[in-house]
């Protein structure tokens, strides 16, 4: 276990939402259901709930709004990342649509300095400092998209969570942190491109409009933002030279799969110790995740035996993507293991010969490729299109690169369910932006793709750089996040009518 200097764990979670509510333990225990003891052993962390179920019944008996039991049952399963997982320098987040009210929680590693932490999203960064010895800081929004990705780098290395909901000052109090509005602190850098300006065409002119009404949502001063979105502009993208190293079995403490030609399948990058740390630090059991893992893919299930093999040798489950399905799960952002989805010999390819990696539906975060070329030290450029965005970069032989998988895929099981209730049901009308967009990479000719889930520590990121392929995805990009930010901005309640 990591020794951190930040005194939050679970069971003070609990003990500063009560405190919020007002009401007394025995209270809390008696509308819940169960003994005093039993209630006050969860909050001095002596004993772990049953279930994630048995906290969201807490917070329901505490009264909180629907947006106060997300931000607790958040923070109740995300305050022992810090003794479950190990440290990183970077970490990233892309939150699901409908995404309301959400939060980045960072703390520090245990030194008696403070620290500083630079948060990204898209053209907005911001350097904030978190005070040593404390509950961390955490950055809220009322509302966020699932692309670009927040990116949390740490000036060393600390433990950045993510969650939803809103979380009360006096539970922030109560709990030594520091709580930032993000609304307060973007837009305070010079941009990194030439602004728009809405004369230069329909397109920039529609943009602009989009961005000034949803910035108006929130109050956030159109100064602020308008001088960024010169990173919406098209422009032919620059291959840059990569320094990467081929993908292989690393130096880690997990288990590796490989196939009949030496070719890794999949490596588990945690020890068996820390996976068991990290589901239990999610308070889910080993048939909690058996179940959940198995509904991502029932014609490959995954069961508890499996899973107790894994926290005792580190042996990776013999079923489809079984790492990939578990990180989803722990919600460890791709750093619980690596697993292949295609390789070299039978990567999918469209009829005018790019590559267009199927990766699985349920499947957010890290994506790795790596490329194969006629003979070992050739070069080439790699042009990747991905929905609205377009990237170039020049690669070698085996290099590998990585980048985000934004969105979520439909879930087999529900579009199933809708086409058997509307079997002679039209199609809807094709929308401007695919939500669910596909990859494409075009190689030089003759040059071959393997690709896969998971975070890849000798991996080039290539997550950065990214363009529209043209105005008009430009300005669908645009107009559909402002159509998502809308449904979650603030309104003005509804006044009762005279009959």
């Keep these: 276990m990591n020794q951190t200097s930040s005194t939050v764990t679970p069971g003070r979670v609990l ?93 520090n590693q245990p030194r008696n300095v403070d620290q500083r932490v630079v948060l990204e999203f898209g053209p907005f960064n911001k350097t904030f400092t978190i005070p040593a010895n404390s509950g961390g800081l955490l950055v809220h929004s009322p509302t966020s998209l699932p692309n670009p990705p927040l990116t949390v780098t740490f000036d060393g290395e600390g433990w950045a969570d993510f969650g939803r909901g809103v979380i009360p000052e006096t539970v922030a109090t109560e709990l030594g942190f520091t709580m930032v ?41 159109w100064s602020q933002v308008s001088a960024h979105f010169g990173v919406m502009r098209p422009v032919v993208p620059t291959a840059r030279a990569l320094e990467s190293e081929t993908l ?51 014609n490959s299930p995954i069961s508890t035996r499996m899973l107790e093999t894994l926290e005792a040798s580190g042996r990776v489950p013999n079923a489809a993507h079984a790492l990939a399905r578990l990180d989803m799960i722990y919600e460890t952002d791709g750093r619980l293991g690596i697993d292949r989805v295609e390789d070299f010999q039978n990567a999918t390819r469209t009829s005018d010969g790019r590559f267009s990696p199927n990766f699985p539906w349920y499947w957010q975060g890290h994506v790795w490729l790596q490329v194969q070329a006629p003979q070992p030290h050739d070069a080439g450029v790699m042009e990747l299109v991905w929905g609205p ?84 995805a430009a300005l669908a990009l645009v107009l559909e996040s402002v159509k998502a930010i809308e449904l979650t901005r603030p309104r003005e309640p509804e006044r009762p009518t005279d009959n």
Excluded: C
């Design 15 to 107: 003990q500063a939402w009560r405190a919020y509510s007002g009401l007394s333990g025995a209270e809390v225990a008696r509308r819940i259901g169960v003994e005093p003891a039993a209630l006050s052993q969860w909050e001095h962390d002596k004993r772990t709930p049953s279930s994630p179920y048995a906290v969201t019944a807490m917070a329901k008996a505490l009264g909180l709004s629907v947006d106060e039991i997300a931000a607790m049952e958040g923070m109740w399963r995300t305050a022992a990342s810090v003794t479950a997982l190990p440290a990183h320098a970077t970490w990233f987040h892309n939150f699901k649509l409908p995404t309301g009210s959400v939060w980045a929680w960072m703390r």
């Design 248 to 298: 292989a079995t690393t130096r880690r403490p997990g288990n590796a799969v490989t196939d009949a030609e030496g070719q890794l399948v999949s490596q588990l990058m945690m020890t068996p110790e820390q996976v068991r740390a990290i589901r239990d630090a999610r308070g889910l059991s080993r048939s909690d995740v058996a179940d959940k893992a198995s509904e991502y893919d029932p």
């Design 181 to 221: 509005a993000a609304r307060d602190v973007i837009g305070g850098h010079a941009p990194m491109f030439q602004p728009l300006a809405s004369d230069e065409g329909p397109e920039p002119h529609s943009m602009l409009a989009g961005i000034r009404r949803a910035a108006s949502w929130f109050n956030v001063t």
């Design 389 to 472: 965005w377009r990237r170039h970069v020049r690669v070698r032989s085996f290099d590998v690169v990585t980048t985000r998988k934004a969105m979520l895929g439909p879930d087999p099981k529900i579009e199933d369910s809708e086409s058997s209730v509307r079997p002679n049901s039209k199609p809807s009308r094709k929308k401007p932006l695919d939500h669910n967009p596909k990859l494409f990479v075009r190689l030089p000719h003759g040059w071959n793709l393997s690709a896969g889930m998971g975070a890849v520590p000798t991996a080039l990121d290539i997550n950065v750089g990214w363009r529209p392929v043209n105005l008009r």
